[in-house]
């Protein structure tokens, strides 16, 4: 859905910091970090020694 | 500019890439059905390898190779506004690679070449098959040498101006893949070439398993980066937006090619040829690579956060529902980054040393490859084709919604086939087997897993006939309306009059990229020649 924004309010969006991407990326960032320790821990680790 | 033989010659390409692909997507599907072990009627191993083989040339080298040359050409083009320099060349190229597979072809659909996409030794083809990857790499060679002289010409004639985006990543990509491709152009020449000729009755595998490591990682790469330049300078026109920084995006292809080079051992974690040392060494570069990944993945979100903003959305995340989701370029972008972020994921788990005993040789990996591949990769390939058809045939697309609609069912058909060979993978499921010869409770457990990626299969065997069908029409359908669009790449809002010389320039890198090499693959190649035993050296241990 598309709405019309004031020359103004383009020009603060183009200059302003990308916030929501910030976020995303920290998300994704800590997600991988949490779903590497679940495989560590969780699954590799308990698995044991090969033998 | 008349664009007549650039066009033709992106076509070419693109067409060559397209027929390999649909015809490897219908042996997959045979595959996943063959290797579930419930269709007696299909039970060959035989059938089972020789089709792996030619899926995997076919999808890994074939589609690649030539949609990266034929992209590659359009790209050079129409961002330079030049024509292509030696055209003749350039067919040349074309007429050699395409030679190349055909050789290949033969022994692979008559069962003598059944030695994978990796044809490790000591597994042997055909003589022929060698020939004819090696013709295929040297027509490449031709891409990658006229892609360097358009560069270096460009830049003679508009000294201290930019090199566009566009242009300066398909060069690093050339040049990517000049390096990458040195690896096996090596081991070809030096060990297999030799040995399947019967000049030499032996061949040194760990060797020969090195030299491939040198190329078999930085060509995912050189698979991704034509994806990552649709992100970077399609996309945000597309999305009716802006690039959000041109210096990032250089400098991701940057970090990109350079370290994507000297990391190739973490495919040798478990191999005892190299030293532990080695393989930290790479490790680490490996988890350099991720650095470029996350700087794309912020500067393409970021520059769809500008677009759907623009387009009225508020808040935190209310701009992701304002996007155009009926461009076919921003779908596949938004799908190739989710699938990039599960795919990473893997990888991250691949390369961790001590996580890679788990998971080596089973089904998670070919479960990895083929969500980095066919997910975030083909996809975009999907997108520059629904993007380049129009302008390259001068017709409108034939169906935006059957688009749209094929775009969605690949993502979901994707979901579906390498969910389930991830599982496999950590349930223990090997790879490269084409059946189970025993029946026990683990095996049993596999049977749900490989059900799904049946249907899986079947959705994007589905997903991939539609695209054919749509660029086939779209081409060929008599229809009397003229599409005179053409390549619009991406600003940024602060136009760039000037860049520092490390980031408009690929000689500094060239050379950076042969002392990476020189340090990371000089000892583990010349002990090969000095060692008396087939030890590895204790280099740092």
């Known amino acids: 859905m598309m709405t019309e924004i004031s020359e103004e309010e383009r020009k603060k969006i183009l200059e302003s910091s990308p916030i929501g ?13 949490i779903g590497w320790m679940f495989l560590y821990y969780g699954v590799f680790l308990p698995r044991g020694m090969i033998n | 500019m008349n664009d007549i033989t650039e066009r033709r010659l992106a076509l070419s390409h693109m067409w060559v890439a397209f027929i390999a692909f649909i015809l490897a997507c219908f042996m997959g599907e ?17 059938v089972y390898f020789a089709s792996v083989s030619t899926h995997g040339v076919l999808m890994a080298y074939v589609l690649t190779t030539f949609f990266i040359m034929g992209f590659g050409y359009y790209t050079a083009s129409t961002s330079l506004n030049v024509p292509i320099w030696n055209k003749q060349l350039a067919w040349g190229g074309f007429w050699l690679a395409l030679l190349g597979v055909v ?35 040297v027509g490449s060679w031709v891409w990658c040498g006229i892609m360097i002289v358009m560069f270096l010409q460009w830049k003679q004639a508009n000294p201290g ?8 990543a398909t060069t690093m990509n050339a040049l990517l893949w000049l390096w990458t491709s040195a690896g096996v152009a090596l081991e070809s020449l030096f060990l297999i070439l030799p040995w399947a000729f ?28 034509p994806a990552y330049i649709a992100f970077y300078t399609l996309l945000p026109k597309q999305a009716g937006s802006y690039l959000f920084s041109d210096e990032l995006a250089r400098a991701a292809f940057i970090v990109l090619v350079v ?21 930290l060494l790479h490790s680490v570069g490996t988890f350099i690579v991720s650095v470029p990944t ?16 623009l387009r009225g959305g508020k808040g935190l995340f209310g701009w992701i529902g304002s996007l155009q989701w009926t461009n076919t370029m921003v779908l596949s972008v938004i799908l190739s980054l989710l699938m990039l972020i599960f795919g990473g994921f893997g990888g991250i788990v691949n390369a961790s040393y001590a996580m890679n005993a788990m998971i080596h040789n089973t089904a998670w990996v070919p479960g990895h490859f083929h969500l980095i591949f066919a997910g975030t990769t083909v996809i975009m390939y999907f997108s520059v084709a629904y993007y380049l058809w129009p302008i390259l045939t001068n017709k409108p697309i034939f169906s935006n919604n059957l688009a749209l609609v094929q775009l969605w069912t690949w993502f979901i058909g994707m979901s579906i086939l390498s969910t389930p060979w991830h599982v496999l993978g950590l349930l223990g499921q090997p790879r490269r087997i084409s059946s189970v010869v025993y ?60 860049l520092p010389e490390y980031l408009n320039d690929i000689k500094i890198w060239n050379k950076v990229i042969a002392v990476l090499m020189f340090i990371s693959f000089g000892i583990p190649i010349l002990q090969f020649f000095f060692l008396d035993t087939y030890d590895s050296s204790a280099w740092g241990y």
């Not at chain 2, 051992?265 to 393989?279: I, N, R, S, T, V």
């Open chain 2, 30 to 46: 045979y595959q996943v059905l063959e290797r579930s072990g419930l269709f007696e009627a299909l039970d060959s191993s035989t």
């Open chain 2, 294 to 309: 996350f700087m794309t993945g912020f500067t393409v979100i970021a520059s769809l956060e500008v677009a759907g903003r």
């Open chain 2, 439 to 498: 029946n026990n409770l683990m095996t049993l457990s596999w049977k749900p897993y490989e059900l799904m990626m049946i249907l899986g299969g079947l959705v994007m065997l589905g997903s991939a006939c539609l695209f054919i069908y749509v660029i086939f029409k779209t081409q060929f359908s008599a229809t009397e309306e003229v599409f005179e669009g053409e390549v619009e790449y991406a600003e940024t809002y602060h136009p760039v009059t000037d």
């Open chain 2, 198 to 225: 019967g000049w030499t009755d032996t061949i040194d595998v760990g060797m020969a398993r090195t030299l491939f490591a040198w190329t078999l990682h930085p060509i995912v790469y050189f698979w991704l980066i």
């Open chain 2, 161 to 168: 101006k930019p090199v566009p985006l566009a242009m300066f």
């Open chain 1, 21 to 33: 991407t910030w976020v995303l990326m920290l998300t994704v960032g800590v997600s991988m970090v």
């Open chain 2, 259 to 279: 370290f994507s080079l000297p990391i190739g051992f973490h495919h040798l974690y478990m191999d005892p040829e190299q030293a532990k040392g080695w393989k």
């Open chain 2, 103 to 137: 050789l290949a072809a033969v022994p692979l659909l008559m069962g003598l070449a059944s030695v994978l996409y990796t044809f490790y030794p000591p597994i042997q083809a055909h003589y022929i098959f060698y020939v004819g990857a090696t013709l295929l790499i």
